[in-house]
Each structure stands twice: as structure tokens, then as C-alpha cells.
């Protein structure tokens, strides 16, 4: 369960990553589809509205899955066993 928290912010970053390249990528991704799918115009709206959703989804998602790991990690540390605080008589003041 430890490795769990680690897997989901990594895969967070991985999908923070890939939407902030999507973001930055679309104008060319964009101009480069339009001279290739002329041919085909349904294929071009296929891609294109795929496309916009993986530039609009990634970032929350992303968000998402590194809030989920921060609470993970939260829970963990809640749920560990901590020391029993017993009083030692002979040390009372």
C-alpha cells in the first residue's frame, strides 16, 4: 500500500507533462493535420476533437491524481501505529 501514493504522483506528473506538451504542441499538431487530412474531413474532426480533449483533460486529471497521492500519503501517516505514551510512576513530577 506504501507504493501506491509514489505510483499515483508519478503517474500525475506523467499526465501534467503530456497535457502541458499537448497545450504547447496543438498550433503545430493543428496546421500539420490540416494539410494531411484535407482528403478526409470526418477523419479531421475526429482527430481534432480527441485532440482537444486531451488538452483539456489532462491538467485536472492530473491534479487530480497528485491531490489523491497527497491524501494517500496523508492517510497513511494517520493510520500508522504510533508508540504507547505510558506514564513510568517513578518518573511522575
Known sequence: MADMPKRTLRAGIIVGILGVLAITLTARVVERAGFTLNNAPMLGEILSVLWQLVTVGFLPFSAALISASLVMRHIDAHNKP??????DPEHEG
Open 82 to 87: 504510533r508508540e504507547s505514551l505510558t506514564v
